[in-house]
């Protein structure tokens, strides 16, 4: 199945390029890289700098699918364990 904007909450996350558009901290904004690898509470994003460790929960991501559509997230979506995404029911108003 493809990626589309629709359906992202339900595949993989790890290799899209993503860029931090929101975060509570500051620090974060602006932030951009590789989707590396993806915990419960944590993306960790190569850039050119290095590896960064960011927190889910307190950021908004724009994720670039391979089509080159830019899809806005709010991590708050993202949190808890990557394959137990999967099968979470979410609601369209995201």
Do not use: Y
């Amino acid at each position: 199945m493809t990626i589309t904007p629709q359906n992202i909450l339900r595949h993989e996350l790890v290799g899209l390029p993503t860029h931090i558009v929101e975060s509570k901290d500051p620090s974060h904004v602006c932030k951009e890289g590789i989707i590396l690898s993806e915990s419960k509470e944590m993306i960790r994003i190569g850039t050119a700098r290095g590896t960064i460790s960011i927190p889910k929960g307190i950021c908004v991501f724009d994720l670039t699918l391979p089509d080159s559509v830019v899809v806005r997230i709010n991590g708050e979506l993202l949190r808890g364990r990557p394959e137990d995404r999967i099968k979470k029911r979410f609601n369209r108003s995201w």
